[in-house]
């Protein structure tokens, strides 16, 4: 009877032991099953994030890439505004490009371009997403070839562009730091004969997070 008594006790404390270890192995199991669930989701949000970036990067390439093909030919002197003195920075401005050179002097185009910020017409700023694209109240970049003449042809070569610059908010301050106010999510500043052009960009990802990017080019002016 004693001996039976100690085996039964030694098989309890057997059994006691290996049903803490189940649940010791259980709960494991489930902190490392919750923090692969954590690291997937924040993966996941990483690529969808970066996927879109990665679209406004192409978006981005390209309307900078037209842009400075265009004002890598400006005749400097014709540049409206000049962006020299007191007011240095601009979102339009217009230009005559070098048709040829002529004993040295180069000769203009008959043509101006352009280049504008303007309002997306397709929606309207009134803080709704009146084209259903996910982005509310952008705005655009417009090229015009002919600009002032009477048969001018504008193409939109950057859209989805941000209101103001990125970090800047509308309200008269300077969020961003770059020492103006207000400024636009398309600039144009000059510094001597070097022209720089910043474009703001927003869209929103697969998960619906706001995503925003900058880009910038420069350009020398050598007419």
Same mark, same amino acid.
């Given at each position: 009877m004693k001996l039976?008594? @100690?085996?039964?006790?030694?098989?309890s404390n057997r059994t006691g032991s290996t049903l803490l270890e189940v649940s010791i192995s259980i709960a494991m199991v489930s902190i490392v099953l919750g923090v692969a669930a954590m690291v997937g989701i924040?993966?996941?949000?990483?690529? =969808? +994030?970066?996927n879109k970036q990665a679209q406004l990067d192409s978006q981005l390439k390209i309307a900078l890439d037209r842009i400075s093909a265009e004002l890598g030919s400006a005749i400097s002197s014709s540049l409206d505004p000049q962006l020299t003195g007191m007011v240095t920075d601009t979102d339009e401005i217009s230009l005559a490009q070098v048709l040829g %050179?002529?004993?040295? =002097?180069?000769v203009p185009s008959p043509d101006l371009i352009s280049f504008s910020f303007e309002d997306d017409?397709?929606?309207? =700023?009134?803080?709704?997403?009146?084209?259903?694209d996910e982005v509310v109240d952008e705005a655009r970049v417009v090229f015009v070839r002919g600009s002032g003449g009477t048969s001018p042809s504008a193409i939109t070569i950057c859209k989805n562009v941000r209101r103001h610059l990125q970090g800047e908010e509308e309200g008269g301050g300077d969020e961003n730091g770059n020492g103006? %106010?207000?400024e636009s999510g398309f600039l144009i500043q000059r510094d001597g004969n070097l022209l720089s052009i910043k474009i703001t960009v927003q869209g +929103?990802?697969?998960?619906? @997070?706001? =995503?925003t990017k900058t880009s910038s080019a420069s350009i020398v002016l050598r007419n």
């Open positions: 039976h008594d @100690e085996q039964q006790g030694q098989w924040a993966g996941r949000k990483a690529f =969808v +994030t970066a %050179i002529v004993d040295g =002097v180069p017409p397709n929606d309207p =700023v009134d803080g709704l997403d009146n084209d259903n103006l %106010i207000d +929103t990802n697969a998960n619906g @997070e706001s =995503v």
